[in-house]
């Protein structure tokens, strides 16, 4: 029988118009994904000023400088609600890769934060 379970990836933002590049392993029994959800420390920084390119099992699920602002998730939202649905994608060799970028704007100042990857996935 399979079941759901979340993981949360973390990437520190150190750097204003940085670039930032983690691959994470998924454990062994997880088949596939199926959401995906960004959060913040700081939102505000994450919504106006990060793009990303995110990959599972070395398949482009969002393109390289998908605006973060898309995949986050209001409090208005209920919480079963909040993952972006990608479907079911297999989990294959359990590594995810996001490729942040931290862009300027004149609507906020930068200050280092944290951006959290989320992922549901399905387990065996």
Do not use: W
Request: overall charge neutral.
């Amino acid at each position: 029988m399979s079941k759901l379970i979340k993981k949360r990836f973390d990437i520190a933002v150190t750097q204003a118009n940085g670039s930032f590049s983690k691959t994470f392993d998924l454990d062994k029994n997880i088949t596939h994904v199926k959401g995906v959800l960004l959060s913040s420390d700081k939102d505000d920084l994450l919504y106006f000023r990060g793009t990303q390119k995110i990959e599972i099992n070395k398949e482009e699920v969002f393109p390289e400088n998908f605006e973060s602002k898309l995949l986050l998730s209001g409090i208005g939202v209920a919480p079963n609600q909040r993952y972006y649905d990608i479907g079911s994608v297999p989990a294959g060799n359990g590594t995810v890769k996001i490729e942040y970028k931290d862009n300027p704007d004149g609507r906020t100042q930068y200050a280092p934060y944290r951006v959290s990857l989320y992922l549901l996935c399905q387990a065996d």
